[in-house]
């Protein structure tokens, strides 16, 4: 089995690289810096000599570069029988303040590199009639939060391309599944924490972040099963299910959150 992890080369991608690896499938990861690529082919070739791993430096939001690199990875291991769509970033900012270039490189990397990865394997599968796809999205991607406009409208886009693509690709025999993470122990979040608004931080809340090794956990337990949504803990499962139902009353909650965290800010 090949699978080919873009963003693989930290965080819940890299951690998605381990198990694999250990399964002992052939995993390509595809990311921006050659140095932490490196790094974390020797980490994985130290525990295990014989594991299959290639790595590939490209930018996600660079249709063709991508392109390039997915086929020499699928040179290298042979056709591409699971995407890990993973690359991301975030750069919290209220729209007031947030330049436009903040905002659409966090739309281009999130939706347009996520969709670049998919097509670059897409044809291909359904060539074979067979595939899977996991395209990483957030709890972002369920409800709205304060000072997250742009990653909130990224990571929702995604939840849309993939109910409309997973119609088009089942009769291709391809799975494809999306996965909503809460706040993960990554170097993600760790550049993250400390430009999240009060506000954010009192809608999200000071639960413990997950450890990035759990989350790729479930997603491997989630594609191999064939689910659609991955929703990591019990919050991301609610909210998955019955987000639509309950969000009147979630609004009228985050909206007295924020207007405490205002009077207090004014005392
Ligand atoms: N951590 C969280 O709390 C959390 C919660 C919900 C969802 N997520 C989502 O989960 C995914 C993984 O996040 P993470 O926390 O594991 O992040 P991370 O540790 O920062 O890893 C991000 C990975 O994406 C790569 N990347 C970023 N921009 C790229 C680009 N333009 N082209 C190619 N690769 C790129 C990075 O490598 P280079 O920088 O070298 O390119 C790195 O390998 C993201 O989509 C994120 O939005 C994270």
């Not at 599968?125 to 999205?137: C, E, T």
Request: charged share 20%.
């Amino acid at each position: 089995m090949h699978i080919i992890i873009t963003g693989g080369s930290s965080g819940i991608g890299a951690a998605v690289a381990e198990i694999e690896t250990q399964r002992g499938a052939k995993v390509s990861i595809v990311a921006r810096r050659e140095e932490p690529l490196r790094g974390l082919r020797v980490q994985i070739l130290a525990r295990d000599p014989s594991a299959q791993i290639h790595t590939c430096a490209a930018d996600v939001t660079d249709a063709a570069a991508l392109a390039n690199a997915i086929e020499t990875c699928e040179k290298a291991f042979g056709p591409c029988d699971r995407l890990i769509a993973a690359a991301g970033i975030v750069e919290p900012g209220e729209l007031i303040s947030q330049d436009m270039e903040s905002f659409r490189s966090q739309v281009e990397t999130n939706l347009f590199g996520t969709v670049n990865a998919v097509r670059a394997v897409y044809s291909g599968m359904v060539q074979r009639q067979s595939g899977q796809i996991v395209i990483l999205s957030s709890g972002s991607g369920l409800i709205g939060i304060h000072g997250y406009t742009a990653y909130c409208a990224s990571k929702h886009a995604l939840a849309g391309f993939a109910e409309a693509l997973r119609q088009e690709a089942k009769p291709n025999g391809i799975a494809i599944s999306i996965c909503f993470p809460p706040d993960t122990d990554t170097q993600q979040l760790a550049a993250e924490l400390p430009l999240r608004s009060p506000a954010a931080a009192a809608i999200i809340g000071n639960a413990r972040p997950w450890p990035a090794d759990r989350v790729a956990r479930l997603i491997v337990k989630g594609a191999d099963r064939g689910r659609f949504g991955i929703y990591p803990g019990l919050r991301m499962t609610l909210l998955g299910r019955f987000g639509a139902l309950v969000a009147p009353v979630l609004r009228w909650y985050f909206d007295r959150k924020i207007a405490s965290v205002r009077r207090s800010r004014d005392d």
